[in-house]
DNA sequence: TTCCTTGCAAACGATTTGCATTGGA
DNA sequence: TCCAATGCAAATCGTTTGCAAGGAA
């Protein structure tokens, strides 16, 4: 099963946690990686062939997300979308809808992100925190929405 | 009714809408100021007095969303939460705690946020994107959890 | 009076769960 | 074989809506 170089790193993730690496799951991990940006369930499935049932989808999704594989992102519309996380699909930034709720991702060049660096560590400095990660989004029209 | 500074600018702008600003309006007003962080309708609920239902709740919060008194807030859980508008508390960011949750409130600099729009206008101007606002959150372990 | 607002209960959509069946190690 | 994974249907959760009663202009 473990075909694709994404699906030997996943495999390997899971299989050191004692879960196994399904090819329902296999499926849910290509189509994602195929997909551009965050996906919500109901648009994964008609994505993945053959036809999987929401619930076996809801179950899988849990699964990645628990072991790490999968991050969940809440807009709104309240609808959850899923991305691989950033250990297979690289650090990145989203650019959000306000009107349609989707979400585009956006990797920064090296200076930018720098950048951004640079103001949380400005930040953080003041504040008795020790930051581990952060999460910029831009919030806006997409195209099809202005 | 307005008695307090907060409702007379939160009346003030229903009023230029044509919308009443009424007693449990303000109700939730302030209960949002008197809060520290973004609140899920429930939890707002349980800190109302009287007791209000959930519904008038989540309709008088969507009144103040659509007049740009609140702001609603989709971090975590799928459970939407609340908080005053920037207008209203300052334009701020997040510090995010990974441990116990808990949302601290920052103000940046005018250089530091002067440099979080440069870094945004770089992003923006690559991609067909019309950006309105955006969000800048830091996620680590506040001073109790680390 | 005439709207607007509220409360209650029912409806709704997204997500979860119980249970019987299937399938992989 | 044996337990984990799946499909189906029903349940649950947060949120929204229809409708009748209450209140302010």
């Given at each position: 099963m473990a075909t694709t170089n994404l699906d030997r790193q996943v495999g390997q993730r899971l299989a050191s946690l004692d879960i196994r690496?399904?090819?329902?799951?296999?499926?849910?991990?290509?189509?994602?990686?195929?997909?551009?940006?965050?996906?919500?369930?109901?648009?994964?499935?008609?994505?993945?062939?053959?036809?999987?049932?929401?619930?076996?989808?809801?179950?899988?999704?849990?699964?990645?997300?628990?072991?790490?594989?999968?991050?969940?992102?809440?807009?709104?519309?309240?609808?959850?979308?899923?991305?691989?996380?950033?250990w297979l699909k690289g650090h990145h930034h989203h650019l959000v809808c306000i009107d349609c709720g989707a979400i585009e991702d956006v990797s920064l060049s090296t200076s930018q992100e720098s950048r951004v660096h640079d103001v949380i560590n400005d930040i953080v400095a003041l504040a008795e925190f020790q930051a581990t990660d952060h999460t910029l989004e831009i919030e806006g029209r997409c195209k099809k929405c202005s």
């Open positions: 690496y399904t090819t329902g799951r296999s499926r849910v991990v290509s189509s994602l990686a195929s997909l551009d940006g965050p996906m919500s369930a109901a648009e994964l499935r008609d994505f993945i062939a053959p036809p999987v049932p929401l619930s076996s989808l809801y179950r899988t999704l849990a699964v990645l997300e628990e072991s790490g594989v999968v991050t969940p992102h809440y807009g709104k519309s309240g609808v959850a979308r899923y991305e691989l996380a950033e």
